[in-house]
């Protein structure tokens, strides 16, 4: 299986080591960065990658409405979102705006890279330090 990934991520570190994580594994592949929510929306709608790596907050347009854009445009594309809280709205928002999965940004990269796949197989995950 060969995973074509999007990062939507403000933090520029944090987006970069991201990239260099996922770029040594030889079936998921980066096809590219967004910056804000409004460049994920148009980035994925030109990309079309299998999944979507989306912070929840994000200037211009958060994480959250930009997957209920995305998800609207293209039903098919996955959304995991990242997020540094574990707060229940948080949550039930990112779902019902479409996300498949939700991670916090202090999951370990072994379980990160685990969950990746099993969103690419379809499976509705969130992080296992999750309440």
């Not at 479409?98 to 990160?112: I, N, R, S, T």
């Amino acid at each position: 299986m060969h995973v074509t990934l999007l990062i939507a991520e403000d933090q520029r570190l944090f987006r970069q080591s991201l990239r260099l994580l996922l770029e040594h594994e030889p079936d998921l592949a980066v096809v590219g960065e967004a910056i804000d929510g409004r460049e994920a929306v148009e980035l994925s709608l030109k990309l079309k990658p299998d999944i979507i790596l989306m912070d929840v907050d994000m200037p211009r347009l958060d994480g959250v409405t930009a997957t209920r854009l995305i998800r609207g445009c293209l039903p098919d594309v996955r959304v995991l979102m990242l997020s540094m809280h574990d707060e229940d709205a948080r949550i039930v928002a990112a779902v019902q705006a479409g996300a498949c999965g939700y991670v916090l940004k202090d999951a370990d990269h072994h379980e990160f890279l685990r969950i990746i796949r099993a969103t690419a197989r379809g499976e509705e995950v969130r992080s296992p330090f999750m309440p």
